[in-house]
């Protein structure tokens, strides 16, 4: 199985910051895909295929990477950014996600 | 628009059965792939389970051990979930997911969810 890892797991910012978090696969995959989710809420799609942005998603987000190493970079973080993140292997089964990094308010 | 609406979910004790259903409207159900991920309690993603269009394919999570089974009828634009011999360690909010593209065997990403259905393993 391909085991997905982020970092940080946490991380504290500020409105109007830029924050990158990165996601790093045990082996080489072709498609990294990347969600939000708040609490009590179905994760939210924001990237798919490493960096191709899921309509309707601000253009604050962006994604970048390839092979084993990704990122998801928030440009000017706004208060509804505050939330948990996942990346996602789809390239093969099991799916797996990464197990999240927690972005709060500093 | 999609929509997914699940039901089925409860309190249950261990070692029985629970099933879950996804209602699918908005889209036509039988040309996508759909996938079952469960989140426990303060925890992370865990993918669970996909089955291809025509139900032709399934895989699953390891950990699942058998377990469980993926189902879909096309003829009710539903998808399933068996669960058997239910652990505490099952506890989750069960979501189903569809596939981004129609056949598509790449686009295993999810932009729509259901709203999510909460399984209590609990004696």
């Known amino acids: 199985d391909i085991q997905m890892t982020q970092s940080p797991s946490s991380l504290s910012a500020s409105v109007g910051d830029r924050i990158t978090i990165t996601c790093r696969a045990s082996q080489s995959i072709s498609y990294l895909n990347w969600y939000q989710q708040k609490p009590g809420k179905a994760p939210k799609l924001l990237i798919y295929a490493a960096s191709s942005l899921q309509s309707g998603v601000p253009s604050r987000f962006s994604g970048g990477g390839s092979g084993t190493d990704f990122t998801l970079t928030i440009t000017s973080l706004q208060p509804e950014d505050f939330a948990t993140y996942y990346c996602q292997q789809s390239y093969t089964t099991p799916f797996t996600f990464g197990p999240g990094t927690k972005l709060d308010i500093k | 628009q999609v929509q997914l609406v699940q039901s089925g979910g409860g309190v249950v004790q261990p070692g029985r059965s629970l099933r879950l259903s996804c209602a699918a409207s908005g889209f036509t159900f039988s040309t996508y792939g759909m996938h079952w991920v469960r989140q426990a309690p303060g925890k992370g993603l865990e993918w669970v389970a996909f089955t291809s269009y025509d139900g032709s394919n399934k895989y699953y999570a390891d950990s699942l051990k058998g377990r469980f089974t993926i189902s879909r009828d096309n003829s009710k634009n539903t998808l399933y979930l068996q669960m058997n011999s239910l652990r505490a360690e099952d506890t989750a909010v069960y979501y189903c997911?569809?596939?981004?593209?129609?056949?598509?065997?790449?686009?295993?990403?999810?932009?729509?969810w259901g709203q999510g259905t909460l399984v209590t393993v609990s004696s």
């Open positions: 997911a569809k596939d981004q593209e129609p056949y598509d065997i790449l686009s295993h990403y999810f932009a729509n």
